[in-house]
């Protein structure tokens, strides 16, 4: 999103951003307060009162006190078009809808965006004896809602179909999710990163593999803490470290249990937004076992730095790596594969050079004007033209 406002702003566009408030976070997010109100020429944030969702501490939700907000402002803005994030996951603390509202009444284009799979969660997260009743319902809710809208937006073609089986008849596909197009990604490789910058000794001459998200049950945690102990086990296996950057609710599970006795992984807790590449971009191996994913931007960002990709051969990831070229994928859920193919790369600093290169030049072939946030905004650019009106 905060690529998607700087282009708007570089382009003399206005734009109104309301979003959940994280006062109530500042010991997490001290800064939360330098991303409300005029940040960029023409672009306001207004911060809406919200709660935590779903049990997450960071995950945040506006509540229905937000209402009123959020008309006031829309009435004061006057937008031409406008565009929900997630408008199921809202309508479950809000109970409405206000955004698309107010476009039926003022007569303009309301596109709903569909980011997170919460289908695929449910099993998560819910009881095994109400998974598949909580599964119908999420369906149900999720079809209502997304068909009241102009358009539903997603950035990933195999999502674009899946919406289009559950009875979505609205769905428009756009590569408008991902991560920036950097010019030249090799120059955030610097020798002695994590001695310099984290203070961490004897890392930077090992394999250093990387596992960035969150720290939650959809993530596939479980399946990481099965099998990643069995690495120490393999013979011959060059010097590896574990390295984990994320927050969320497993954190003091991994702490405290086997995982990080047996691996003694290095917790970098989270990283901010604008580290992220650097830190990518100087590790040998992103890896994730995630299934459940709508786009994956994290595996989008590891291949725009270079960095080659461990993942579970699954939709999701066929729609981003090409495999043995830019990454490797292994058999979903089937640990034994997992392991050997992490030991493979672990082992084979020649094979992952040639990974890391085939990813940087086919992340050079994209130009500057094909980035995502360009792609959003020629979207709705088009959707302005068009007139699809909700």
């Not at 358009?151 to 596909?173: C, E, H, P």
């Amino acid at each position: 999103m905060w690529e998607r406002l700087k282009k708007l702003s570089q382009l003399g566009h206005s734009a109104l951003c309301l979003v959940s408030s994280y006062e109530e976070l500042k010991d997490v997010y001290p800064n939360w307060s330098d991303y409300v109100g005029c940040i960029l020429n023409n672009v306001e944030i207004v911060s809406l009162t919200s709660q935590q969702w779903m049990g997450v501490k960071r995950e945040r939700n506006p509540i229905r006190n937000s209402v009123a907000i959020i008309n006031k402002a829309l009435e004061r803005f006057q937008p031409d078009i406008i565009q929900i994030e997630e408008p199921d996951r809202l309508w479950t603390t809000m109970f409405t809808l206000p955004g698309l509202s107010y476009a039926k009444r003022s007569n303009i284009p309301c596109i709903a965006s569909y980011r997170t799979n919460f289908i695929d969660y449910i099993p998560d997260y819910a009881p095994g004896w109400s998974v598949n009743i909580s599964k119908l319902t999420v369906l149900l809710l999720t079809r209502w809602i997304y068909n009241q809208y102009s358009r539903t937006l997603v950035g990933s073609k195999f999502m674009a179909q899946r919406l289009q089986s559950w009875g979505i008849s609205n769905v428009d596909y756009a590569q408008v999710i991902g991560s920036q197009l950097l010019p030249n990604p090799e120059k955030l490789r610097q020798p002695n990163f994590f001695q310099d910058v984290y203070g961490l000794q004897d890392v930077d001459c090992t394999v250093k593999i990387l596992f960035l998200g969150r720290l939650s049950p959809d993530k596939n945690w479980e399946f990481n803490c099965k099998y990643l102990p069995i690495l120490k086990r393999q013979r011959n296996i060059q010097k590896f470290t574990i390295m984990v950057a994320g927050k969320g609710e497993l954190e003091d599970d991994l702490l405290k249990g086997s995982f990080a006795q047996e691996l003694s992984p290095v917790m970098l807790g989270e990283v901010p937004c604008d580290r992220v590449l650097q830190l990518l971009a100087n590790v040998d191996l992103h890896v994730t076992s995630s299934v459940k994913e709508t786009f994956g931007r994290t595996v989008q960002e590891s291949l725009s730095v270079g960095t080659p990709v461990l993942a579970p051969d699954c939709p999701w990831t066929r729609n981003l790596v090409t495999p043995n070229f830019d990454g490797v994928l292994y058999e979903a859920q089937n640990g034994k594969d997992f392991i050997q193919k992490l030991t493979e790369l672990i082992n084979q600093p020649d094979t992952r050079a040639l990974l890391r290169t085939n990813a940087i030049l086919s992340s050079q072939h994209q130009s500057i004007e094909s980035d995502p946030a360009s792609e959003w905004i020629k979207y709705l650019h088009n959707q302005l033209q068009t007139r699809k009106y909700c």
